[in-house]
């Protein structure tokens, strides 16, 4: 094949008559590269892998209930590309959101998925371990929203329990979401926003920032029902001051802070 005397890039200057195929081949989501590909980024020295883990919520009448998922997938893929060496996996959709029945937290809401603890973790160890065995050195777990924090912290103490003879580790991220709520959050009040408008959940911070990434996600007309309803109706917050301008603060600071929190991470000495 051409890529293999030429490269994947320079290759990509030739086959012009083929963009999709470039770009996927240049991509850094593993869903979205041949076993081949993700074998030569190893070898290349991509051995930083990114697991996001997102979550099936409701978001009050205004937004979409696959926000985390969107959310962790754009900004990991933005994590990555900064990082210059790093694999993003699929998201995990699928998490711990209260019990079932009788249901609490986000479950007595249509379309909220909640999965045992456990299994989750599971799924997570599972995950960890199978990248591993293909080679990567450093596994990066990134939570999107804060009801597991705790569970991804758990899960990467008993990875690298397991892997202490290993060259693999495993490295729970809490930059990440503590981004959200500590810096972005300063960010929004500078520019005259208040606490009730910020809100903890679908408020003017959650939504601005949804708009940012995938603003057909996120229904406009539905802010003032949202800022009424309260949390009867999902909302703890205000969305009616949202707008896609303040959501990039919320991105722009994650990534910057995220980036430096993994290299400094990854740059530590093994124990």
Request: with cysteine; charged share 15%.
């Amino acid at each position: 094949m051409l890529e293999n005397y030429l490269g994947p890039a320079l290759a990509c200057l030739f086959l012009s008559g083929l963009p999709a195929l470039c770009q996927a081949q240049n991509s850094v989501l593993l869903e979205e590269l041949t076993t081949l590909e993700v074998a030569s980024a190893l070898k290349a020295g991509k051995t930083t892998v990114i697991i996001p883990v997102g979550g099936t919520e409701q978001n009050g009448p205004h937004m979409a209930i696959g926000k985390h998922n969107t959310r962790a997938k754009a900004l990991a893929g933005k994590i990555a590309v900064s990082l210059g060496n790093a694999l993003v996996a699929p998201v995990l959709a699928y998490v711990p959101e209260g019990n079932i029945e009788p249901p609490t937290e986000h479950m007595g809401f249509a379309g909220t998925i909640s999965v045992p603890e456990d299994a989750f973790k599971s799924v997570l160890l599972g995950a960890a371990r199978s990248f591993k065995k293909h080679g990567f050195k450093d596994i990066v777990l990134l939570g999107d929203s804060g009801n597991y924090q705790k569970a991804l912290a758990a899960v990467a103490a008993q990875f690298n329990r397991e892997a202490t003879k290993t060259p693999t580790r495993l490295h729970y991220m809490a930059d990440y979401y503590r981004a959200t709520q500590t810096t972005y959050v300063a960010a929004l009040r500078a520019k005259g926003l208040s606490t009730a408008e910020i809100g903890t959940h679908a408020g003017s911070a959650d939504t601005s920032f949804l708009m940012a990434i995938d603003p057909g996600m996120v229904r406009p007309e539905r802010f003032a029902e949202a800022a009424s309803a309260g949390w009867g109706g999902g909302t703890l917050g205000d969305p009616r001051a949202s707008n896609a301008a303040n959501g990039q603060l919320g991105v722009d600071v994650v990534v910057k802070i995220t980036t430096e929190a993994i290299k400094k991470a990854v740059a530590a000495p093994r124990q």
